[in-house]
């Protein structure tokens, strides 16, 4: 799997937007480019994934940049509940392949 | 419709023991992944099983192995216990139709 690149740690403000970037410049035409969080004391949980265009879901939202060597996780309002690790992964279309994880974007949420 | 259980949720075991831990899927899930997560690390593959057969490794010894039961139920078991085999043991299931796994709250085992 491609590797991605990510910030080690940002900061939020409750009911702030935030947006978390993700580098995955050598990415492949068949790979989906996925994102899984996981909070204090807990397993990773999907939050979302797309292809080429842009993704919402009731969790988030996922920016993909044009020439996909970038993207964007979006959380419109942060809460103190999305204080946790983010993980940005790159899968190929085939379904069943390993999630190999980075060292992922560690999200503080301040009130 | 139930997520993925594991047990146990602790344990501690010394160098050179066996353990064993257990994951029960998701209903409808006939794929399971096995991880292995080091404190401020993000987790390791270790293996994958679908349909009872290991379908996939990643770099960890021959002592890691695994099982998978007819109702798609899982066994993890590690012999000769390293005080570097202290982690977090996730598992996780999925169905080949989607292409999402579903983590449950781990094991966490200490060597000592």
């Known amino acids: 799997d491609a590797k991605t690149t990510q910030p080690n740690s940002m900061e939020s403000n409750e009911e702030e937007p935030v947006h978390l970037p993700c580098n995955h410049s050598t990415i492949s035409g068949t790979d989906y480019i996925h994102w899984y969080r996981q909070l204090p004391s807990q397993g990773p949980e999907y939050v979302i994934h797309g292809l080429t265009s842009n993704v919402n879901n009731r969790m988030a939202s996922l920016a993909i940049a044009e020439d996909r060597k970038s993207s964007t996780l979006i959380l419109h309002r942060a809460t103190l509940r999305d204080a946790a690790v983010y993980y940005c992964i790159l899968r190929d279309k085939q379904a069943g392949t390993a999630l190999i994880f980075g060292k992922g974007t560690t999200l503080s949420v301040s009130s | ?112």
Do not use: M
């Open chain 2, 1 to 112: 419709e139930t997520g993925v259980t594991q047990s146990p949720t602790h344990l501690i075991k010394t160098r050179g023991q066996q353990v064993t831990l257990r994951c029960s899927s998701q209903s409808g899930h006939n794929t399971v992944s096995w991880y292995q997560q080091a404190l401020g690390q993000g987790p390791q593959f270790i293996f994958q099983y679908y349909r009872e057969e290991e379908n996939g490794r990643g770099n960890f010894p021959p002592r890691f192995s695994g099982l998978q039961f007819p109702n798609y139920s899982s066994e993890l078991n590690v012999n000769a216990l390293e005080l570097d085999d202290s982690a977090l043991y996730l598992c996780a299931s999925s169905s080949l139709a989607k292409n999402i796994q579903y983590f449950g709250a781990g094991t966490r085992l200490s060597v000592l």
